[in-house]
């Protein structure tokens, strides 16, 4: 079955960076675009960046573009997110998603909180 876990939540200043990782199995991680979402408490989850299956095209909210990237491993099945300039804005909790054969699959979220 189609399985995603994400990693790298925790905590940073603001102005800090790091790095998500979210591990696929359970279907062709490499013929499927990828995206990452996010959850802030009493917020709707929102789209934060999008990857095409090869890597080649990637969008970013308005929010984090220029502050964040999006990338992929297609040989190790790994998506990833390197945030950048991390702002308090920006706590949440982070999810990967693919949507394989017309299904949303979800990971369990990692926690990214920016403080002082």
């Known amino acids: 079955q189609v399985q995603l876990v994400e990693s790298g939540g925790g905590l940073v200043q603001p102005g800090g960076s790091l790095r998500l990782s979210c591990v696929a199995s359970g279907f062709a991680f490499k013929i499927y675009g990828m995206t990452w979402y996010r959850q802030a408490p009493g917020k709707k989850r929102e789209w934060v960046a999008g990857i095409s299956s090869d890597g080649g095209n990637t969008n970013y909210a308005d929010s984090v573009k220029g502050r964040f990237t999006i990338f992929r491993d297609n040989a190790k099945n790994t998506l990833y997110l390197q945030m950048s300039s991390l702002k308090p804005e920006d706590m949440a909790v982070y999810y990967c998603?693919?949507?394989?054969?017309?299904?949303?699959?979800w990971g369990q979220g990692t926690q990214v909180t920016v403080s002082s």
């Open positions: 998603k693919a949507r394989v054969n017309n299904a949303d699959y």
